[in-house]
């Protein structure tokens, strides 16, 4: 939350709380507990990144999904058997993996912003402009089930 308000100062922190708190409501098992004690021990590039890592370890994680790809250096993460993956590659590997699941829950994203409406070709435009541009070339394959 620290990291989106500095980077997003516009934001207002009561919707910013509200946010988190429908992501903590409706994602089952998205909470970590108990990491903390690992964090002194971790190394990486941004010491304020350590908590991630942390909560990865302590989870099992394969992966993380991160924009920040340069304080998640892969050398280290293979250490505990995670790797960093930038969201654009992560959703990519999703759509291969399961395209009926992924459509749907894009279907289901455009279908929750009605405040403006939004048409498929609009939508991925707005995904290709937060950075998921191998996505969005893959989903223009599944526009009618957008």
Do not use: W
Not at 124 to 132: A, F, G, N, Y
């Amino acid at each position: 939350m620290r990291s989106l308000k500095q980077a997003r100062p516009e934001l207002d922190v009561e919707s910013l709380e509200r946010t988190r708190r429908l992501m903590d409501a409706h994602t089952r098992d998205c909470l970590v507990s108990d990491y903390e004690d690992l964090i002194p021990s971790l190394h990486l590039p941004d010491p304020n990144d350590r908590h991630v890592l942390a909560a990865a370890i302590r989870t099992r994680a394969h992966v993380i999904v991160t924009f920040n790809l340069k304080d998640f250096p892969g050398d280290y993460l293979s250490k505990y058997g995670i790797e960093a993956q930038h969201p654009d590659e992560f959703v990519f590997h999703l759509l291969d993996l399961s395209p009926g699941d992924v459509c749907a829950a894009v279907k289901r994203q455009r279908a929750a912003l009605t405040k403006p409406r939004f048409s498929v070709a609009e939508f991925l435009d707005i995904l290709e402009r937060m950075q998921l541009p191998t996505t969005v070339s893959r989903l223009r394959d599944y526009s009618g089930l957008l």
